[in-house]
């Protein structure tokens, strides 16, 4: 019977997506199974375990709208077939490669496979037909759930929702075999999507109306949800060939738009983070991870916690170690809750929760003795710190890998006092880490390569994105963010509200703003970091000017709240009034405002009206400011990296791909005049003054943001 059947491999080498090449072959053989009197039903699968991850998204920028559209006239092909087209999905079908499914007659897909329509993640839709043919097989709810958000469907959950006909424990190409077998000879009119109606709704306008306000409110600016959503509605109000019109329309106006540029760049971004180079010429291609079979963290705070969960989602056995009996309870009780919290997660998701590892709680050094890794999450106390590492370095195992979560701290100081110094390195998450993507991955003077490439590799078997970056006073992104919440308080003082400062950030796609998020993470973390340095409290030399450090502008009003006990949330009060202690609901606080008054009236600050772009500005470019300064410092080793930090582990907006890709956007030419402006404006703020190496690229032309490390390289060199 086999010879009745032909099996179209989608002729992809190893990853799976449609280039034009791709596109056309497809059409030539089902141009030539459908011509072939011998061909009785055709199985569509792709090559090398994978079905199809979409459109080669590395071609959108080449390629004109017609060869475009040629994915959806093979779909179209497929469908009008009069022979039973089966897809057979292994894998992933995603995108383009899901569209292609959709215009078979019947799926398939093997147990652990994915299916989704991601475009709405790069800033497109899906554009070869799926708008329409999705909402037609699934129901409107079902497909703008899926269209919108982009999110991965998994088999189980395809099959139940109808995106699948028939889920299989093995090989879907056999499975696929078989059933246009059995459905040879059967009228394929029911099974062609293009002429089925949309499923009615009782109340579809009603519905529509609040599902658009939904995905406008989740969108944050970000086009292509809304487009999406625009897209799926005009199934319902279009016949099938104009929706499909309305479908290439939508399309071409976001492949046109800065966001879906932004957004592309985001994803190449992220994934370009895996290669990383140091500047000595040590890199990913020569480095061998060393295998984490059991890891330790140390201290079970906030942070701690989320590391635990983190480890035992990719399956690694943990030490948690606390100082005393009472923390270790408390932080039992909370890595057990966030546990428990997965597994519900999972449950809910239709998948089966595993059985979870439990961690082995101790407050015994001794336990350490056998684990690879161990990560450190203890107070952010230098001493504390180095007191630890010292035990460690006595009590582990020579080759096992001594991490630290600090957020600002020396490495090269905390590896001085162990006997391992190159198998000493920063491992820094993010809050919460259990669900933050983002890990700081930080060499000291004498970290090994391979201690890096360990870490890169626990970050990814965690699910999350480590970037490589050098070491100095925050890092990349705390060193950045400084520069924003300065710009942020001066604002303050010299006459703008937290509302009108958080809603300019809101308003360019900042789920909180600054001070909002202040509140949220607790006003006394930076309080403590800034006593630490001296900036603030006891260690302050009498006479110290209120508003100046060093000769440089200083605001004192977040350490005056902190001394009045408002924490933010925490406490009910912070740059926000709460409605309760640990509340989430923040009004603006009329004893802040008068507060505020009260504060530029003792300094002698008239308060001015400060306008929307000068707090964008002033926030953004000074952030960005400082990310010229460590591209050309050698801390992060290119631009991505900093755009690839502030996405996954700061919410800055993905759609306007990053600060640097931002700044380069708006411009190098403008950003360097207005931070000159502001420089010139506010000679106490030395932050503001343009970065040498925004001067330089400026003065190079303005480069593609491509070239940038480059341009740092030779700089360096030439030194
Ligand atoms: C008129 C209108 C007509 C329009 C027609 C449009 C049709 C359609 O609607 C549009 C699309 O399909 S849009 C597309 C919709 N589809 C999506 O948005 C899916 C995007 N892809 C993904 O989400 C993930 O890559 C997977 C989940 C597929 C695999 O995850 P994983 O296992 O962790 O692997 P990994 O590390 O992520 O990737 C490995 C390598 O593959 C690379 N690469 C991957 N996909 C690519 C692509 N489509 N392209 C190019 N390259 C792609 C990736 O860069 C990396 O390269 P490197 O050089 O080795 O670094
Ligand atoms: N909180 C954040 O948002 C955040 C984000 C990234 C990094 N960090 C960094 O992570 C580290 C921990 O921060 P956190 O917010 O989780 O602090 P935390 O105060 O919530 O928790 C610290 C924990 O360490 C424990 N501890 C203190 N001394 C110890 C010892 N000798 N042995 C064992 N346990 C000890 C404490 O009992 C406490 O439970 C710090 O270095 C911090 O800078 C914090």
Redesign the pocket.
């Known amino acids: 019977m086999v010879d009745c059947f032909q099996t179209l491999h989608t002729h992809f080498n190893c ?4 280039s034009p090449v791709v596109t056309q072959a497809l059409e030539r053989d089902v141009n030539q199974a459908n011509s072939d009197p011998t061909v009785k039903a055709v199985v569509i699968c792709g090559a090398n375990g994978k079905f199809s ?7 959108f920028a080449n390629i004109g ?1 017609s060869k ?2 040629s ?2 006239s093979v779909v179209s092909l497929i469908e009008k077939s009069d022979k039973p087209m089966v897809a057979a999905i292994e894998d ?1 079908a ?4 899901l ?1 292609i499914a959709l215009g078979c007659h019947y799926r398939i897909a093997n147990m652990k496979a ?1 299916v989704g ?3 709405v ?2 800033g ?5 037909g ?1 708008t329409q043919r999705l909402p037609r097989l699934i129901g409107v709810p079902a497909a703008i759930d899926i269209i919108t958000t ?1 999110r ?1 469907v998994p088999a189980t959950e395809a099959l139940k929702l109808g995106i699948l006909d028939e889920v299989v424990e093995e090989n879907p190409i056999e499975a696929a075999i078989n059933l246009a077998q059995r459905v040879t000879g059967q009228p394929l009119g029911p099974r062609r999507l293009c002429l089925k109606e949309v499923p009615k709704l009782p109340n579809m306008e009603a519905f529509l109306d609040e599902a658009r306000l939904k995905v406008k409110k989740r969108a944050n600016g970000q086009l292509s949800p809304q487009m999406c959503f625009e897209a799926v509605r005009a199934s319902v109000y279009l016949p099938f060939a104009e929706g499909i019109q309305k ?2 329309q939508l ?2 106006y976001l ?1 046109s738009s800065g966001q879906s540029k932004a957004l592309q760049y985001a ?2 971004a992220q ?2 983070m ?2 990383w180079v140091l500047p000595n010429g040590a890199s990913w291609g020569t480095a061998d991870p060393q295998p984490v079979k059991k890891a330790a963290v140390i201290g079970l705070g906030t942070m701690g916690r989320g590391i635990v969960a983190s480890l035992l989602k990719a399956k690694i056995p943990v030490v948690a170690l606390e100082q005393d009996k009472k923390q270790l309870e408390v932080g039992k009780a909370a890595v057990m809750a966030l546990l428990e919290r997965e597994a519900l997660k999972m449950h809910q998701n239709g998948q089966k929760p595993k059985k979870p590892i439990v961690p082995h709680f101790t407050l015994d050094f001794g336990a350490l003795k056998d684990v690879d890794l161990v990560i450190e999450a203890v107070f952010e106390e230098i001493a504390l710190k180095k007191e630890i590492f010292h035990k460690l370095s006595v009590i582990c195992k020579p080759e096992a890998l001594l991490g630290t979560n600090t957020s600002y701290l020396d490495i090269d100081e905390i590896a001085s006092v162990t006997d391992r110094p190159h198998k000493v390195i920063g491992i820094h998450f993010f809050s919460p880490a259990h669900i933050m993507k983002l890990v700081e991955i930080i060499y000291g003077q004498q970290t090994s390569p391979s201690a890096i490439a360990t870490a890169m590799s626990l970050a990814k078997s965690m699910g999350k994105i480590g970037v490589v970056v050098g070491n100095c006073f925050g890092f990349v992104g705390n060193r950045m963010l400084t520069h924003y919440y300065d710009q942020a308080y001066f604002l303050i003082e010299d006459g703008s509200t937290p509302e009108e400062v958080d809603k300019v950030l809101q308003e360019f796609g900042f789920k909180m703003g600054p001070l909002r998020v202040g509140d949220l993470a607790g006003l006394d973390v930076g309080w403590r970091i800034r006593k630490g340095k001296g900036q603030t409290g006891d260690a302050l030399p009498p006479g110290t000017p209120p508003r100046h450090r060093d000769g440089m502008r200083y605001s004192p009003i977040p350490d005056m709240l902190c001394e009045m006990g408002r924490y933010g949330e925490k406490t009910g009060k912070g740059w926000y009034l709460y409605d309760k202690p640990g509340g989430k609901i923040a009004q603006p606080d009329p004893w802040l405002h008068g507060f505020l008054s009260d504060f530029r009236r003792t300094h002698n600050i008239t308060a001015r009206t400060i306008s929307q772009d000068e707090i964008l500005e002033r926030c953004l470019y000074s952030l960005a400011n400082e990310g010229f300064r460590i591209l050309s410092d050698g801390i992060a080793s290119c631009p991505e990296a900093i755009d690839t930090i502030y996405i996954n582990g700061y919410a800055w907006p993905r759609h306007t791909g990053g600060p640097m890709f931002y700044t380069s956007q708006v411009g190098l030419p403008k950003v360097l005049a207005k931070l000159q402006e502001y420089a010139e404006a506010n000679p106490d703020i030395p932050s503001l003054q343009p970065s040498p190496f925004l001067q330089k690229l400026v003065a190079l032309g303005s480069p593609p943001l491509k070239e940038w490390a480059s341009h740092v390289r030779s700089q360096n060199s030439k030194l």
């Not at 990853?15 to 449609?18: A, T």
């Not at 991850?53 to 071609?59: E, K, P």
């Not at 497109?124 to 070869?128: R, T, V």
């Open positions: 990853l799976i997506y449609f991850a979409g459109a080669d998204i590395r071609n709208q475009f559209s994915l959806e992933l995603f995108g383009g490669g569209e994915r329509l991601p475009e993640t790069i497109l839709l899906p554009g070869a799926g982009g991965h479908e290439k399309f071409m492949l994803f190449f994934r370009a895996e290669k």
